[in-house]
């Protein structure tokens, strides 16, 4: 990948970051650390991969993205409003009780979300419906789910795994935030899905793995899925939870958790610096 273009995608990246921290600072509530860990993803998904257009959210030919794990809606809501969904302003109204930006994503409210999801493992299922009504209507356009590692505890995930690699759905592309914490833990102390890959290679999937913050690993996963012509994908994401922001890196408590001014301030002060470092 070019450094000019990775260099405006971690600028993309950044600026969602901020975004995320602006809805949940202001909302008082929300998902930070599992945002901010899939930035770096919606920054490549919106700026090189999938084929969108903001004027027009329901193009009937449009990639389709769903968020399986609805409750990053934060970040979600940045990356569309930096691409021009809907104004960026509009992410400080994040869960208020008259606005259209709820706490997890509405496809009735939001222009841009394809899916409303919020109860995991849902939001997979609902991925395979759209890529096999692609096939069925012989569509080009491709289907693109992000689901947390946690969310892999559900077993209606490893249903609609079955079914999309028994159907060899290979426009259907899920991306694995595994940044190894959840709600109340790490992934060892609540329930591991531990060998993830390995399991998706079990249901038939062509399976990639990756680091989730380096943009040319993301150049070459997504192109891995492009040259499979007969399964879906799976890309397994080592991510950090709460990427960009210090303290709340790595942090399980940060999973739920909003800052309050004095954490608000310091971490929008990183974000500007490497902001400032980037476009310098």
């Given amino acids: 990948m070019e450094q000019a273009t990775k260099q405006a995608l971690q600028i993309f990246a950044t600026k969602a970051r901020m975004g995320v921290l602006d809805g949940v600072y202001h909302a008082k509530a929300g998902h930070p650390g599992g945002s901010l860990s899939i930035c770096d993803v919606l920054s490549y998904l919106y700026n090189v991969r ?23 809606a934060p970040a979600l809501y940045a990356a569309l409003a930096l691409k021009g969904f809907f104004p960026v302003e509009d992410l400080k109204t994040l869960r208020k009780s008259d606005s259209y930006l709820q706490g997890h994503p509405n496809m009735d409210k939001v222009p841009g979300v394809d899916m409303s999801t919020g109860s995991l493992g849902q939001g997979i299922s609902a991925a395979v419906g759209m890529a096999l009504g692609a096939k069925l209507d012989k569509a080009d356009y491709h289907v693109y789910a992000i689901l947390g590692d946690g969310e892999l505890q ?23 935030d595994n940044n190894n914490l959840q709600i109340d833990g790490t992934m060892d102390e609540v329930n591991a899905p531990y060998p993830i890959a390995e399991k998706f290679r079990a249901f038939n999937w062509n399976t990639v793995e990756i680091d989730g913050h380096d943009f040319d690993a993301l150049e070459s996963a997504f192109a891995a899925a492009d040259a499979c012509k007969d399964k879906p994908t799976a890309i397994v994401m080592k991510t950090v939870k709460g990427k960009g922001v210090s303290f709340m890196e790595n942090a399980v408590g940060w999973h739920g958790s909003a800052p309050n001014t004095e954490q608000y301030e310091q971490a929008m002060a990183q974000l500007n610096a490497a902001l400032a470092e980037l476009e310098a």
Avoid: C, Y
């Fill in 50 to 72: 999938m084929h969108v257009e903001p004027k027009d959210p329901k193009k009937p030919d449009r990639d389709r993205l769903v968020l399986s794990k609805g409750h990053a």
């Fill in 154 to 176: 559900e077993g209606q995930v490893w249903e609609a795994a079955m079914f999309a690699g028994n159907h060899g759905l290979s426009n259907l592309t899920a991306i694995i």
